[in-house]
């Protein structure tokens, strides 16, 4: 059974850091890419960022780049999302997903495999 748990999200201060955790299972890891989506309330799940499996290419939407970094470990069968400089618009429910074969990184249609989220919230 594929499972993946996110974890790490929280409340944070504006310009505040998170980093966020997705440990997978049940799968082969390491020949898939994986992303990180997120949802805020009323809105519809919205790419993030998306790391190939052998974490040769990053792919990030245009409002966190230079602030947020995904990466993997591979033996940890684990993906990671590093917030940094987070701003209020940034708060939402933050989903890891894996990539089904010939999908497009950006679109969440196109993932066959979510995990329940985890919620960050930025505040002051």
């Known amino acids: 059974e594929v499972q993946l748990v996110e974890s790490g999200g929280g409340l944070v201060q504006p310009g505040g850091s998170l980093r966020l955790s997705c440990v997978t299972s049940?799968?082969?890891?390491?020949?898939?890419?994986m992303g990180w989506f997120r949802q805020a309330p009323g809105k519809e799940r919205e790419f993030v960022a998306a790391?190939?499996?052998?974490?040769?290419?990053?792919y990030y939407r245009d409002s966190v780049k230079g602030r947020f970094t995904i990466s993997r470990d591979n033996a940890k069968n684990t993906v990671y999302l590093q917030m940094n400089s987070l701003k209020p618009e940034d708060t939402a429910v933050y989903h890891c997903?894996?990539?089904?074969?010939?999908?497009?990184?950006?679109?969440?249609?196109?993932?066959?495999?979510w995990g329940q989220g985890t919620q960050v919230i930025v505040s002051s």
């Open positions: 790391l190939h499996w052998s974490a040769t290419n990053e």
């Open positions: 997903g894996r990539l089904r074969r010939g999908g497009n990184f950006y679109d969440a249609q196109t993932y066959d495999s």
């Open positions: 049940g799968f082969t890891f390491s020949l898939y890419y």
